[in-house]
């Protein structure tokens, strides 16, 4: 089974543009969750999405946003971009954390540099 | 505010001897805890986990304690191996949350 994707790996923005970030969970998995890593704040919940639905938030200015298709797969968009949105942004997908304890499987991540 | 705290950012270990992680929590909401490990330039890898109506799991070398009344849990792995040597990630969840809480990070470094 493939595990989650996540593309691009790699992405160079300057300031005042947007970005789109893209994430293919594992086949089956209904939830997915987006995080943002950066050194010395470890992962930082922004958002997750269960059938096309946001079930929750984590506290990040409105820039920040998300959605789901009909197949599971999610994107994240950051407009405006600042400096400080240099990260890692992980997106993670599971079955579905309501009906059971379930762990999360994440992608390798985009790095995403803004200058 | 941080409710998932890993007050350690890194850790050495002998091969072969135990390492001990520690994570602090300050929702006495969680309900579920989970450990993940990092290696560079990839996605955290799913551990071990544990439910708050426990207060040990083991899996392999690795085990998870949960000490409720402290808020405190810890992962032990004995023993400890030099591909061990990645960065350690404690998670909390309150069931129907639909969301994961992450500490800072322990980096772990076995030592051959």
């Known amino acids: 089974k493939a595990g989650v994707t996540q593309t691009p790996r790699y992405l160079i923005k300057t300031r005042g543009q947007q970005v789109t970030l893209s994430c293919s969970p594992i086949s089956g998995h209904r939830s997915v969750s987006w995080y943002q890593q950066t050194p010395g704040q470890g992962l930082q919940f922004l958002f997750e999405?269960?059938?096309?639905?946001?079930?929750n938030k984590g506290n990040f200015p409105g820039r920040f946003s998300g959605r789901q298709f009909s197949n599971s797969r999610s994107e994240m968009n950051v407009s405006t971009l600042e400096l400080g949105d240099s990260a890692l942004y992980l997106c993670?997908?599971?079955?579905?954390?309501?009906?059971?304890?379930?762990?999360?499987?994440f992608g390798p991540g985009t790095r995403l540099t803004v200058l | 505010d941080q409710q998932v705290k890993q007050n350690s950012p890194s850790l050495s270990v002998q091969e072969g001897r135990i390492s001990i992680l520690n994570c602090d929590y300050t929702n006495s909401m969680f309900d579920y805890f989970l450990w993940y490990k990092k290696y560079p330039a990839e996605g955290p890898t799913f551990l071990i986990s544990i439910s708050s109506i426990k207060d040990k799991n083991e899996d392999g070398r690795f085990t998870v304690f949960l000490n409720k009344s402290a808020k405190h849990l810890s992962l032990h792995i004995v023993p400890s191996q030099p591909g061990d040597s990645a960065v350690y990630f404690c998670a909390a969840s309150v069931r129907g949350t639909y969301k994961y809480i992450f500490g800072t990070g322990t980096r772990l470094k076995v030592l051959a």
């Open positions: 993670a997908s599971s079955l579905d954390p309501s009906s059971s304890y379930n762990e999360q499987f």
């Open positions: 999405y269960f059938s096309e639905t946001q079930r």
